[in-house]
């Protein structure tokens, strides 16, 4: 029977009953996308504690690859009725994600990420599939079936770095506050909270460690000087015309692998800034993975040019001068001062460089010379909302005026710490490099 259109609708059940199947699996993408968001505001947290390389770069890909997730539900989501449109983390879901950054040891941190909130979000997007239709919902089906895959990759390519330390306290303090939750999307019965359990969180702020994890491999305050005997880059020996290009392939990929320190400062702005627009955080990630690749360059690269990289010092200067200035700042030194007055010095280099005829190198460097530019422009948008969600309200040149200058006080006071963990004789120098490369 068709009922005329002059039948006036009944009053019940109403738009929202009408949507119910809808705005259900609304609510359960809505979940998905602040977990996400947490877990890169969070897990960056990870990067400047633990100490190997190779971690590091896979924590910045995790990241980058969780806030392409955050943003894809984002836009599915925001296809459906009940969605929201704000971006805001239910004050639950952020107080979960805050605590578990609170260990003092970055691997017992690390597992309780890997060994909780990962397996408790692989278990959310499952039960998304499940409980979705296949065909009504198959646009979002088609994403949750992608970010499954990825999480299973994840838990697989983080297995070998959990067996570091013994974590078993803190997966047991981790494990009842998800349990609280009912599961990252309340998919399962909540239980309460033990009698007398405690938040760390609630008890003291997370705080940047003074310096940054680099595990075995010597460090430095700076891998850049004019003494060949000291440093493995010799500035003048960069844009000297006299210098074999062999040279200066070698050092750029000393300075791109240094980079290292650019991950790890950048990734301390997330959880400074826990109000910052999802888009915000969302180019941060990729600028971070970005660096996390350009460092790799280096790291594989100079040993196949004869490099021990345990002879190679890591400069630790950047990251434990920028840490003690706010966020902001440290996004200003990076986008605005580093990254933009690296141009000229690189383009001479890239030339140099192609006189070798070494299509990788000239692929990574022209790579690198790309996202530069991206990574400078990501400053221009995003350094006057960094600025504002530090309540800094002076026009944005003056700011970077003024920052430079207090990088520099700064630098007096906290830069030039760290001595050569290496004697001359056993450090990569730019000595040793006109020996590696033959010229001597
Ligand atoms: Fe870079
Ligand atoms: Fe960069």
Redesign the pocket.
């Known amino acids: 029977m068709i009922a005329p259109t002059s039948t006036p609708p009944p009053s019940a059940p109403s738009a929202t009953g009408r949507m119910a199947a809808v705005q259900d699996m609304a609510r359960l993408q809505r979940l998905l996308f602040e977990v996400e968001r947490e877990f890169v505001r969070t897990a960056t947290t990870l990067i400047y504690r633990v100490g190997e390389p190779e971690l590091k770069y896979l924590l910045s890909q995790h990241v980058w690859e969780s806030a392409g997730h955050a943003r894809f539900i984002r836009e599915r989501g925001r296809e459906l009725s009940g969605f929201g449109t704000g971006e805001n983390v239910r004050p639950e879901l952020r107080r979960l994600f805050t605590e578990a950054v609170m260990p003092a040891d970055g691997y017992v941190a690390l597992a309780g990420f890997y060994r909780v909130l990962k397996p408790a979000l692989l278990a959310a997007y499952r039960h998304y599939l499940s409980a979705t239709h296949h065909l009504a919902d198959w646009p979002s089906r088609k994403l949750v079936e992608e970010f499954i895959a990825d999480e299973e990759r994840h838990a697989r390519e983080m297995e070998t770095w959990l067996g570091a330390v013994d974590a078993t306290a803190w997966i047991a303090h981790l494990q009842p506050a998800l349990a609280a939750l009912g599961g990252l999307l309340g998919e399962q019965p909540r239980s309460p909270l033990p009698a007398g359990y405690v938040w760390e969180s609630a008890g003291r702020k997370f705080a940047h460690p003074a310096t940054c994890n680099r595990g075995k491999y010597p460090t430095c305050s700076s891998v850049f000087s004019l003494d060949p005997d000291e440093t493995p880059i010799v500035r003048p020996w960069l844009v000297d015309p006299q210098t074999d290009a062999r040279v200066i392939r070698l050092m750029v990929y000393v300075w791109l692998m240094m980079e290292l320190d650019?991950v790890d400062y950048l990734a301390t702005i997330f959880i400074d800034t826990p109000d910052a627009p999802f888009d915000l955080h969302h180019d941060m990630a990729r600028?971070l993975w970005?660096?996390s690749r350009h460092s790799q360059f280096g790291y594989r690269q100079l040993p196949k040019l004869g490099v021990d990289l345990l002879t190679l010092e890591h400069s630790l200067d950047l990251y434990n001068i920028l840490v003690q200035m706010p966020p902001h700042e440290r996004y200003a030194m990076m986008t605005m001062e580093f990254?933009a007055g690296s141009f000229p010095t690189k383009a001479l280099v890239m030339d140099r460089v192609r006189e070798l005829n070494d299509f990788e190198a000239d692929t990574l460097l022209a790579f690198d010379r790309n996202?530069?530019q991206n990574?400078v422009r990501y400053g221009h948008r995003w350094l006057p909302e960094i600025m504002a969600l530090c309540g800094d309200t002076r026009p944005v040149e003056e700011f970077v005026k003024a920052t430079q200058a207090r990088f520099a006080a700064m630098a007096k006071v906290h830069g030039g710490r760290t001595p050569h963990a290496l004697p001359p004789a056993q450090r990569l120098t730019g000595n040793k490099i006109l020996q590696l490369a033959g010229v001597t």
């Open positions: 650019a600028h970005d660096e990254e996202d530069e990574h």
